[in-house]
T-cell receptor
């Protein structure tokens, strides 16, 4: 059973460019969350997707957007990249319980984004 | 407010027990988690505890929860060099149906042979 997978592993971009990161959830999981982990810090919640819609959003600007596909995979898009966007971007997947609460989240290996 | 704090560094000798501490502020926390992160890797779920429990044991791992003091600890028995990593405490609050996790800044565990 494959766990959460993310691509690419590493990415280098320059300021002002746009980037798309991809995530495939663990088998049986229908909810995908994205987190940003700056160097030396804990992960910060960006947003969560379920049924192709954004359920909740953290304190991130509109430059950060996402999408979920019918097969539950997800993309994170960041426009107009800033130096401060350099970080490890983590995807987490979870099943949704009856009643609507999200169950335990399992994380992928992350995508390391460097903005020059 | 939502805030989780951890001490930044812990060094132990191989074979000793390690205790990593965490404090949180949101009294409505439902689940509290411990994740492990090895260099260059993602987060590995180690264990979690529901807020109506005081203790949970899973092989070498023991989680203690003091809800009154909002204090969580992770004890690793017989610590091995392979346990060297960053350990994150995370809380999930009652208000978050999405299961949004609030993480601490992580504790680096160094295990000396």
């Amino acid at each position: 059973d494959a766990g959460v997978t993310q691509s690419p592993t590493h990415l280098i971009k320059t300021r002002g460019q746009q980037v798309t990161l991809r995530c495939s959830p663990k088998s049986g999981h229908d909810t995908v969350s994205w987190y940003q982990q700056a160097l030396g810090q804990g992960p910060q919640f960006i947003f969560q997707y379920y049924e192709e819609e954004e359920r909740q959003r953290g304190n991130f600007p509109d430059r950060f957007s996402g999408h979920q596909f019918p097969n539950y995979s997800s993309e994170l898009n960041v426009n107009a990249l800033l130096l401060g966007d350099s970080a490890l971007y983590l995807c987490a997947s979870s099943p949704l319980r009856p009643g609507g609460a999200t169950d335990t989240q399992y994380f992928g290996p992350g995508t390391r984004l460097t903005v020059l | 407010g939502e805030d989780v704090e951890q001490s930044l560094f812990l060094s132990v000798r191989e074979g000793d027990s390690s205790v990593i501490n965490c404090t949180y502020t949101d009294s409505s926390s439902t689940y509290l988690y411990w994740y492990k992160q090895e260099p260059g890797a993602g987060l590995q779920l180690l264990t979690y505890i529901f807020s109506n429990m005081d203790m949970k044991q899973d092989q070498r791992l023991t989680v203690l929860l003091n809800k009154k003091d909002k204090h969580l600890s992770l004890r690793i028995a017989d610590t091995q060099t392979g346990d060297s990593a960053i350990y994150f405490c995370a809380e999930r609050t009652l208000s978050s149906n999405t299961g949004k996790l609030i993480f601490g800044q992580g504790t680096t565990l160094q295990v000396k042979p």
